[in-house]
């Protein structure tokens, strides 16, 4: 048991954000094991969820402290981010002191009859559970005090860098109360087994709320406060970090501030110096240290449903969990499902893989809807976050949007990942991306290399495993939005342009292409996929690729070699499974995307080098509709200016288009939602423009996804939208209105309302569009994604129109409201029965309105 003592607790959300929302974290993470033993805080310094917080250190072991991201314009800027971070952090700190008040709220009394004939906690006790307490609660107090009159009187001249060298000085009667944690822990968990009235006490200590909120009081346990204190260091080092990089050097507070910067650091490195930070847990059959490899939440198929199961592996088996429902403050806990150590697990079925659970897949529309609602929700919270009495209502929609993104964490993966044991027992996990699955495979594989022997662990040595998960532990949070306090979800909302420009490294010959993917509502999406290159050693792509982005901040590169072997079926998936050659990530850093140039990367994959470039633009630039200069081509273009030139009543471009997707692309997964190549999109607008005569010829040589595209390109280019400025305003309060009668009255209106070659073109989309929808079993394609890829295009309105509205303000606006709305009218008419031009012309009023 020894190993388990010296467990660090590193801490959770270390991304802290300052704004008090969702400030306590997880307050499950108190630093006690399950299995009874306490142990020492490890304080983590160096949080990794957070690289740019992170203190690097010099070339002679030094830390090097951050210098100010400030230009002589920007100096304003920064100031105003300085006066939100301390104002954040001083909401913070109100909580903090709050709690530290719940702890000494009872000691006064506890004392008090310490002295009595019948005593609850003798004095000893109650001066070892509460050791220095009173004294931390003192210095925040004082702080607090003194920061607060600076924040409400703010302008550049304030200081406050004296405030946290001053705090930073006293963190000495931190280091007593850390020495003494774990004895303070061991006495109350004693205390309350002794005395009931006192576990009641400790385990229900009400917390005062912010001033200004409504929630006077939560309840909290003595084991989750007196964890407070250690957490709190991180957070005021966390924060000295980013009052560095928002100060000018010249302001007096900056070498202040950096002082202070220097003594949290140096203090948490002396605590963290008197800790073993070691990983183990128990020992293996052969008597090594067993360690965790890896873990994260993955999708189980259970008695034909879905559970989220959250999976370690170890240096020799493969552990599930579950988290058990536990009392608010308890400590959490993992239940161990099942485990099979890895010498005795494979990835074949050695007979059939009928024992198997077969997997169960939602229709895509359902899990678009619910992005659509989770969208509206983060929307709705931005807009009650600046309401003046909005705090209460933004706890309610979080949950809401918490319980939904969780929901579609569960049930968008489809991609099989099963896991057999040698005695006959199959498992079967769901995964988003093709990445992950080989990345959990390869991570099981690297470990069945060593000389493994099979084990069979007794119930004691199972729970004490299992109960050293919580902390050993790397993906503490199930990724949702809900999770993370940011004021703002991260991530990019626009226009990623890739080129993959060719691969090195390969062995030998092979038919190779890439996918490409980015994450989205928590999971990773594939956006777009080269074609196979033959029979070579060095693929030349060349290929661009048009990617949308929704909060994005990874992409993804997947390398594969194509097989058409028809005898290499998998039995476990039924399908020809093309092997991964190699796969990488990057991250999608806004600075670096975000200028206008092309920004040149390599990705390297075991030995394979793959050359990438990419830009990015943002959805509000990306989605103007600027006016051609050349009024004889067609994109960019007035629709009635074309169809009067080609004496048409649809544009060419248009029936073309859906002719040749009609022939041939009803049946390819993802019409219309997976990219065409850039380049060849490019060549047909050309030659649409240029009116080539081998137009035709072109159309049946192209790739059907750039054909797609091209269709897409013209409505998003139009000048103003196929359903007009004019009308837009009024296809918004029609699609709001709930009477199914003056709702079809109204929609049918607007439809007629519309010029000749706008209603035309409409309607010939539509009934395309549904013969698409009939495919859905085939092409995966629903009228709800179909509503989703048309109808911001056809509806979203011209610059000028846009620019009269209200301002997009922030990123996820742009998922927001007025885009959901684009895509309930297309859905809607999508949805509705057949429209005949002649039928919306002759009637005036064409639903009657006494139903």
């Known amino acids: 048991m020894d190993a388990l003592e010296h467990q660090p607790v590193t801490l959770p959300d270390s991304d802290f954000n300052y704004n008090t929302d969702g400030y306590e974290g997880d307050g499950g993470e108190d630093g006690k094991s399950q299995d009874g033993s306490e142990t020492l805080p490890f304080i983590d310094e160096s949080p990794t969820m957070s690289p740019q917080l992170c203190a690097p250190q010099g070339p002679d072991g030094e830390t090097v402290l951050p210098t100010p991201l400030l230009a002589g314009g920007d100096i304003e800027k920064g100031m105003e981010m300085k006066r939100l971070v301390l104002s954040g952090f001083l909401a913070s700190e109100e909580i903090y002191i709050n709690q530290l008040e719940a702890l000494l709220l009872p000691m006064r009394p506890l004392k008090a009859t310490a002295t009595t004939s019948q005593p609850v906690l003798t004095i000893q006790q109650v001066e070892t559970i509460f050791y220095k307490i009173q004294d931390i609660f003192q210095i925040h107090k004082e702080f607090y005090d003194a920061l607060l009159p600076s924040i409400q009187q703010w302008d550049e001249k304030v200081t406050v860098g004296h405030l946290f060298q001053k705090l930073a000085s006293q963190l000495g009667v931190y280091k007593a109360f850390v020495d003494n944690y774990k004895v303070a822990l061991e006495t109350a968990e004693k205390c309350s087994q002794a005395n009931s009235q006192f576990q009641k006490i400790s385990e229900n200590l009400k917390v005062k709320g912010p001033k200004d909120s409504k929630d006077c009081t939560t309840t909290s346990s003595m084991e989750a406060l007196l964890y407070k204190p250690i957490d709190r260091v991180t957070r005021s080092t966390l924060v000295l970090h980013d009052l560095l990089k928002h100060t000018p050097k010249d302001h007096p507070d900056f070498p202040l501030l950096q002082d202070a910067l220097r003594i949290s650091q140096n203090f948490l490195s002396s605590i963290n110096e008197e800790i073993d930070p070691r990983r183990t847990a128990v020992t293996t059959p052969k008597g090594e240290a067993r360690q965790l490899v890896k873990d994260g939440f993955l999708v189980e198929v259970s008695e034909s449903s879905r559970k989220l199961r959250h999976v370690f592996l170890f240096t020799d088996l493969l552990l599930c969990a579950k988290m058990k429902k536990t009392a608010v403050g308890r400590h959490q806990q993992y239940e161990c499902k099942w485990y099979i150590p890895l010498a005795d697990l494979t990835f074949q079925t050695l007979d059939d893989s009928d024992a198997c659970p077969s997997i169960q897949v939602l229709p895509e529309h359902e899990i678009e809807e619910m992005k659509i609602k989770i969208s509206v929700l983060k929307n ?344 007009t400025d004019r009308l837009y305003p009024a296809f918004m309060e029609g699609i709001a209105l709930s009477d199914p009668a003056a709702k079809e009255n109204c929609m049918m209106h607007l439809l007629r309302s519309l010029p000749e070659p706008n209603i035309m073109t409409f309607l010939t989309l539509l009934e395309h569009l549904k013969r698409v929808a009939e495919k859905e079993p085939i092409n995966k394609m629903s009228l709800h994604n179909l509503a989703t890829v048309f109808g911001p295009t056809l509806l979203r309105p011209s610059e000028s129109e846009s620019t009269k509205g209200q301002h997009i303000t922030s990123a996820s606006d742009i998922w927001s409201h007025d885009v959901m709305a684009q895509v309930q009218v297309l859905l809607y008419y999508l949805q509705h029965p057949p429209i005949s031009y002649a039928e919306l012309k002759r009637n005036t009023l064409y639903f009657s309105t006494d139903v």
Request: hydrophobic share 35%; net charge positive; with cysteine.
């Open 380 to 723: 709705e919270i931005q807009k009650e976050k600046k309401a003046p009495k909005g705090q209460s209502r933004v706890e309610r929609l979080r949950k809401k949007m918490n319980e939904q993104e969780s929901w579609l964490l569960l049930h968008s993966p489809t991609i099989p990942f099963r896991i057999h044991n040698k005695h006959g027992k199959c498992y079967l996990f769901l995964l988003s991306s093709d990445y992950e699955r080989s990345e959990w495979r390869e991570s099981i594989q690297k470990l069945q290399k060593k000389d493994l022997q099979s084990c069979m662990l007794s119930s004691v040595e199972l729970q004490v495993l299992t109960s050293s998960c919580f902390k050993l532990r790397t993906v503490h949070n199930i990724p949702v939005t809900g999770n993370k306090d940011d004021e703002e979800t991260p991530g990019l909302y626009g226009f990623l342009h890739v080129i993959v420009h060719s691969a090195k490294g390969f062995k030998q010959s092979a038919n190779l292409y890439c996918t490409l993917e980015v994450d989205s509502f928590g999971y990773f999406v594939s956006k777009a996929k080269t074609r196979v290159f033959r029979d070579t050693t060095e693929p030349q792509w060349n290929e661009e690729f048009e990617i949308e982005l929704e909060g994005s901040q990874y992409l993804r590169i997947l390398c594969y070699e194509k097989c058409y072997d028809k005898s290499m079926l998998n039995k476990d998936d039924n399908e020809i499974v093309d092997k991964i050659m190699g796969k990488g990530q990057v991250q999608l850093d806004p600075q670096t995307v975000q200028s206008k140039n092309w920004h040149m990367d390599v990705i390297e994959m075991n030995g394979i080098k793959v050359e990438f470039s990419m830009k990015f633009t943002s959805r509000d630039l990306s989605l103007k509709r600027t006016p051609s200069k050349k009024q004889s081509g067609v994109f960019g273009v007035k629709i009635n200016v074309v169809t009067k030139r080609e004496r048409s009543k649809v544009p060419y471009i248009v029936r073309q288009c859906i002719e040749e997707v009609e022939k041939r692309g009803i049946d390819e997964v993802g019409i219309y939602r997976i990219s065409g190549v850039a380049t060849d999109i490019q060549a047909l607008k050309s030659a649409f423009d240029t009116n080539t005569k081998d137009i035709l010829v072109m159309l049946s040589d192209m790739d059907i996804n750039a054909i797609a595209g091209t269709l897409k390109l013209y409505f998003r280019e139009l000048p103003e939208p196929l359903l």
